[in-house]
């Protein structure tokens, strides 16, 4: 039998080595490292990472097809079908999670004598009579935003069907001209209305569409049809050369302090998972993606800080959020997960929180509501400027405000650890902290 690698705790087992007694676990897969020869991460039931000789992980199922069997083969074949073997996906873009999601629902496809790979084929291949652009649809997404498993690949495919299908869903792919994207642009770029759900029930409304919304509309139109054009349904892509009209201009809002403390109140009154969420994303300054990613292991034992794996980080490199008092009190009182790694998530953890258009536009009713007044339009990303504007205002050191933020330093300083200016980093989101709160601690003394 094979032993347990001692060097498998830092993610280095032998070339040969395929055995591991114990499920994968988040903090595991990433001290995984190529080896120079591909070997394979047992997880459960068949699923297993799969790291090639240069560092590439892929996602693979071994199953049995139920009732495939021959006569010449083993008992358990006849019986379970022979042993077959699938990619579900690649890691990091897919996470452990979503993998044992996908496994499961191959599995169950086997056990009912379904091969799981021969329906995912199914599904993306075209009916009978012209390929809709309905199809195309289907196929783009299984065929290239899963099937590579693009970052933005859930996203694209809501815009795709919130967008497109209502317009062309029907329409055969080789019918569709210049002339109709523009209509298609025409249409989106103009906001419309749409209900919400808040805090008390239905009746609240925002807006859907917008010049940032036909962006990208048009930028992933033209990449679907050019996957038209690979796939042999049509000869050309009609939108080749169509410019950008609503190319987004550089933004500077920065929101007054009456401002950020009505963003602060209107938060509170928005329950689990995005009051919270906003308002860790007002306290530390961090992107929205970091912690909508949020895992409860990038956590330190006493909760004091974040730490983002490079991976996870627009700049490649790690990055450590020291957590203000208030911060810490509001991660504190998160929701235990019981069904995955994430902190902000809608079904208990397994995957994280999604819908940011819909809860920003709850906020910013409620926002009004707290200002007793309109509010100039902003967006989540303006609250990052603000912070760093105020530090500023407040006496905090440039370079320090960009370490808060997460910029590459440049020179000397860029070339320090992780933990670089952490104690000056804690003390400026700790100062910026009781800024915000200034108007509830005068309350309270």
């Known amino acids: 039998m094979l032993q347990q690698p001692a060097t498998f705790a830092a993610g280095l087992p032998p070339a040969t080595q395929t055995y591991h007694p114990m499920p994968l676990t988040d903090t595991k897969l990433r001290t995984v490292r190529a080896t120079g020869v591909r070997y394979d991460l047992p997880d459960r039931q068949g699923l297993a990472l799969r790291v090639g000789a240069s560092g590439s992980m892929t996602w693979t199922l071994t199953y049995r097809v139920a009732g495939t069997g021959t006569a010449g083969e083993g008992r358990v074949a006849r019986l379970a079908g022979t042993k077959q073997r699938m990619n579900l996906g690649e890691y990091p873009a897919m996470g452990l999670a979503e993998a044992r999601t996908r496994a499961l629902a191959a599995r169950e496809l086997a056990r009912a004598g379904t091969d799981p790979a021969e329906a995912r084929r199914a599904a993306t291949a075209p009916a009978d009579g012209p390929p809709t652009v309905a199809d195309l649809v289907e196929r783009y997404a299984e065929g290239h935003l899963h099937a590579r498993n693009l970052r933005a690949g859930p996203n694209v495919e ?248 997460g910029h590459a330093l440049k020179g000397v300083a860029g070339t320090y650890r992780r933990y670089s200016y952490l104690a000056e980093k804690s003390r400026a989101l700790q100062l910026w902290a009781d800024e915000v709160l200034a108007d509830e601690i005068r309350a309270a003394a």
């Open 158 to 405: 809501r815009l795709l069907r919130r967008h497109v299908l209502p317009a062309w869903g029907a329409r055969p792919v080789a019918e569709v001209a210049r002339a109709d994207l523009m209509v298609l642009l025409d249409a989106v770029r103009a906001p419309t209305a749409v209900e919400l759900a808040g805090p008390k029930g239905r009746g609240f409304h925002g807006m859907r569409g917008g010049p940032g919304a036909a962006t990208e509309v048009r930028k992933w139109v033209r990449a679907m049809f050019q996957y038209a054009v690979e796939a042999g349904l049509r000869p050309d892509n009609p939108f080749d050369g169509v410019r950008n009209r609503d190319k987004s201009q550089s933004r500077d809002r920065v929101l007054a302090m009456d401002e950020i403390r009505a963003v602060w109140r209107a938060a509170g009154a928005m329950p689990y998972p995005w009051g919270p969420w906003y308002r860790l994303l007002l306290l530390t300054g961090d992107r929205r993606g970091e912690w909508a990613a949020a895992c409860w292991d990038w956590l330190d034992d006493g909760w004091s800080r974040l730490e983002i794996p490079a991976d996870k980080y627009k700049t490649g490199r790690s990055q450590v959020v020291p957590l203000s008092a208030v911060a810490r009190r509001i991660v504190a009182g998160l929701p235990a997960p019981v069904m995955g790694p994430y902190l902000f998530s809608s079904d208990g953890g397994a995957t994280p929180i999604a819908g940011f258009s819909n809860a920003k536009a709850t906020l910013d009713i409620l926002t009004e509501r707290a200002l007793g007044a309109p509010m100039m339009p902003w967006v989540t990303h303006d609250l990052r400027r603000s912070m760093a504007t105020h530090m500023e205002r407040l006496g905090v050191a440039p370079h320090v405000i960009e370490a808060c933020l």
